[in-house]
């Protein structure tokens, strides 16, 4: 990533000739056919669910470029919605093929499952609370006397529904979520989603970073064939633990948005829009902790 590109930051787009479709939380998407659509990663940053008034530079760039890494890697798994055509080829004009390229790709235009395949391999987050309450995760029990931010003795999946900008994805049972896709795809999606969170996670742990837990996103075409969509093994996606760093009994330090959260928690907020200003060097630090995540994971051996 140039030094100009880490230090201009991009909080929605907007192209002449294509018609934007959807603007979610960090990705505005603009039809290019009927099979197509243009995906567009922005600097916009998200936590509790609300979208933050403050981008952080780089991001997206940093989100594109390693999602890429993770498709490409992870191809022999699954398929996913990657094209080999260019983003920057549907515009004319200069100044928009400046700002699409590092964060945009023209993907494979399919149908998105309505839920989020979550894969939890430490107790940390809202896993932790629930496992403090409950003893278990969305109703997998676990070993007693487990400490925060514990090794699990095998990942598990943990599905949720997507939720709209400003509400909260919700956490449901297997069983919920073959109801709302059907039994034998419900499994395969679980199954997909754990060998993909065990490859990126022994490949991650061999450079020094522990991915606590993630989620992915799905997708079918017309002959319902599936796909791995959206973002995969991100730091928006994922918690990202320094393994140098990592020991139980503590929320490790991250190269994730955890960071932000953080900081979010010690504000007098109710997690609801609009959500506050972040100070210069929050976001400073956020985005170095997006680019260092990248370099590590995607460096040449």
């Known amino acids: 990533m140039s030094k100009q590109a880490a230090e201009m930051a991009l909080f929605e787009s907007q192209l002449s000739g294509l018609n934007r479709i959807s ?4 990705r505005d998407i603009y039809v290019v056919d009927a099979d197509h659509l243009l995906i567009v990663t922005t600097d916009r940053l998200s936590a509790f669910d609300v979208v933050l008034p403050a981008p952080i530079p780089g991001k997206g760039e940093v989100l594109t470029q390693l999602s890429n890494f993770w498709f490409r890697r992870m191809a022999s798994v699954v398929p996913n919605h990657l094209t080999d055509r ?20 023209v993907v494979r235009r399919l149908k998105p499952l309505p839920i989020e395949a979550v894969v939890r391999g430490y107790l940390i987050g809202s896993g932790w609370k629930d496992y403090q309450a409950t003893g278990a995760v969305c109703g997998i029990p676990l070993p007693k006397g487990l400490p925060m931010a ?24 297997f069983a919920e979520m073959e109801k709302l896709v059907g039994g034998e795809l419900a499994r395969r999606v679980r199954d997909l989603s754990i060998e993909i969170y065990t490859r990126g996670a022994e490949y991650a742990r061999s450079r020094g970073i522990i991915i606590a837990d993630t989620k992915f996103e799905f997708g079918l075409d017309e ?79």
């Not at 983003?87 to 945009?104: H, S």
């Not at 514990?150 to 049972?173: V, W, Y």
């Open 223 to 301: 002959a319902g064939r599936l796909y791995l969509i959206d973002e995969v093994l991100t730091p928006d996606s994922s918690r990202f633990w320094p393994a140098a760093d990592y020991r139980t009994g503590i929320s490790p330090p991250s190269f994730d948005k955890q960071y932000v959260r953080d900081y979010l928690e010690t504000l007098d907020w109710n997690k609801r829009a609009p959500g506050p200003a972040l100070p210069a060097d929050i976001v400073r630090r956020t985005s170095e902790k997006y680019r260092q995540a990248l370099e590590i994971l995607t460096q040449p051996d």
């Open 23 to 26: 603007q979610g939380k960090v």
């Open 150 to 173: 514990a090794q699990l003795p095998a990942p598990i999946f943990t599905p949720a529904t997507k939720a709209a900008i400003g509400e909260h994805d919700e956490n449901i049972s």
């Open 86 to 105: 260019r983003a920057e080829d549907l515009v004319a004009d200069p100044a928009e093929k400046a700002m699409l390229a590092g964060r945009a790709i």
